[in-house]
Nanobody, 120 residues
Protein backbone atom coordinates (compact mmCIF):
# COMPACT_ATOMS: atom_id res chain seq x y z
CA UNK A 1 0.00 0.00 0.00
CA UNK A 2 0.93 3.65 -0.29
CA UNK A 3 3.08 5.20 2.39
CA UNK A 4 4.27 8.73 3.02
CA UNK A 5 7.38 9.03 5.14
CA UNK A 6 8.58 12.38 6.45
CA UNK A 7 12.13 13.18 7.44
CA UNK A 8 14.26 16.17 8.32
CA UNK A 9 12.64 17.33 11.52
CA UNK A 10 14.68 18.21 14.54
CA UNK A 11 15.75 20.88 16.97
CA UNK A 12 16.93 24.23 15.69
CA UNK A 13 17.45 27.68 17.15
CA UNK A 14 15.29 30.60 16.14
CA UNK A 15 16.51 32.04 12.88
CA UNK A 16 17.81 28.71 11.70
CA UNK A 17 16.71 26.49 8.85
CA UNK A 18 15.47 22.98 8.27
CA UNK A 19 14.47 21.06 5.18
CA UNK A 20 11.68 18.53 5.47
CA UNK A 21 11.22 15.74 2.98
CA UNK A 22 8.31 13.42 2.34
CA UNK A 23 8.67 10.45 0.06
CA UNK A 24 5.70 8.55 -1.32
CA UNK A 25 6.04 4.88 -2.10
CA UNK A 26 3.79 2.09 -3.25
CA UNK A 27 1.74 1.22 -6.31
CA UNK A 28 1.32 4.83 -7.36
CA UNK A 29 -0.19 5.82 -10.68
CA UNK A 30 -0.28 9.57 -10.17
CA UNK A 31 0.23 12.08 -7.39
CA UNK A 32 -1.91 15.18 -7.34
CA UNK A 33 -1.63 17.95 -4.80
CA UNK A 34 0.95 17.54 -2.07
CA UNK A 35 1.10 19.61 1.06
CA UNK A 36 2.45 20.14 4.51
CA UNK A 37 0.33 20.58 7.61
CA UNK A 38 1.38 21.17 11.17
CA UNK A 39 -0.11 20.73 14.59
CA UNK A 40 1.06 21.82 18.02
CA UNK A 41 -0.43 20.80 21.38
CA UNK A 42 -3.79 22.38 22.02
CA UNK A 43 -4.16 23.60 18.46
CA UNK A 44 -5.91 22.27 15.40
CA UNK A 45 -3.98 21.02 12.43
CA UNK A 46 -3.35 23.79 9.92
CA UNK A 47 -2.23 23.94 6.33
CA UNK A 48 1.30 25.25 5.94
CA UNK A 49 1.86 24.95 2.22
CA UNK A 50 0.49 23.12 -0.79
CA UNK A 51 1.83 22.43 -4.24
CA UNK A 52 -0.19 21.13 -7.17
CA UNK A 53 0.94 18.55 -9.66
CA UNK A 54 1.62 21.44 -12.03
CA UNK A 55 3.82 23.25 -9.54
CA UNK A 56 1.49 25.99 -8.34
CA UNK A 57 2.03 26.83 -4.68
CA UNK A 58 0.16 28.41 -1.82
CA UNK A 59 1.30 29.23 1.69
CA UNK A 60 -0.17 30.14 5.01
CA UNK A 61 0.34 33.81 5.74
CA UNK A 62 2.39 32.94 8.80
CA UNK A 63 5.08 31.22 6.74
CA UNK A 64 4.97 33.16 3.50
CA UNK A 65 8.40 34.45 2.58
CA UNK A 66 10.14 32.05 4.93
CA UNK A 67 9.08 28.60 3.74
CA UNK A 68 9.30 27.13 0.26
CA UNK A 69 7.49 24.02 -0.89
CA UNK A 70 8.75 22.06 -3.86
CA UNK A 71 8.38 18.62 -5.36
CA UNK A 72 10.22 16.09 -7.44
CA UNK A 73 7.62 14.19 -9.40
CA UNK A 74 10.09 11.58 -10.60
CA UNK A 75 10.92 10.74 -6.99
CA UNK A 76 7.40 11.18 -5.66
CA UNK A 77 8.81 13.50 -3.05
CA UNK A 78 7.73 16.84 -1.63
CA UNK A 79 10.01 19.17 0.28
CA UNK A 80 9.55 22.04 2.67
CA UNK A 81 12.49 24.39 3.04
CA UNK A 82 12.02 26.32 6.26
CA UNK A 83 14.12 29.42 6.82
CA UNK A 84 14.11 32.08 9.51
CA UNK A 85 12.38 29.70 11.86
CA UNK A 86 10.47 31.07 14.81
CA UNK A 87 9.46 29.41 18.08
CA UNK A 88 5.85 29.51 16.95
CA UNK A 89 6.81 27.20 14.08
CA UNK A 90 7.30 24.43 16.62
CA UNK A 91 4.90 21.62 15.74
CA UNK A 92 4.58 18.17 14.31
CA UNK A 93 4.66 18.55 10.56
CA UNK A 94 2.57 16.17 8.48
CA UNK A 95 2.88 15.38 4.83
CA UNK A 96 -0.29 15.00 2.79
CA UNK A 97 -0.80 13.87 -0.78
CA UNK A 98 -3.64 12.99 -3.10
CA UNK A 99 -2.62 9.77 -4.75
CA UNK A 100 -4.17 7.64 -7.46
CA UNK A 101 -3.27 3.96 -7.37
CA UNK A 102 -4.16 1.03 -9.56
CA UNK A 103 -6.65 0.02 -6.88
CA UNK A 104 -8.22 3.40 -6.11
CA UNK A 105 -9.72 6.30 -8.00
CA UNK A 106 -7.73 8.61 -5.76
CA UNK A 107 -7.60 9.54 -2.11
CA UNK A 108 -5.67 11.51 0.48
CA UNK A 109 -2.77 9.93 2.32
CA UNK A 110 -0.98 11.18 5.41
CA UNK A 111 2.45 10.66 6.83
CA UNK A 112 3.00 9.97 10.50
CA UNK A 113 4.61 13.35 11.07
CA UNK A 114 8.01 14.72 11.97
CA UNK A 115 8.67 16.98 14.94
CA UNK A 116 10.16 20.41 14.44
CA UNK A 117 11.24 22.25 17.57
CA UNK A 118 12.46 25.83 17.38
CA UNK A 119 14.14 27.16 20.49
CA UNK A 120 14.96 30.70 21.54
Amino acid sequence: QVQLVESGGGLVQAGGSLRLSCAASGSIVRIGNMGWYRQSPGKQRELVAVITSGGSTNYADSVKGRFTISRDNAKGTVYLQMNSLKPEDTAVYYCNAYIVTIQTYGMDYWGKGTLVTVSS
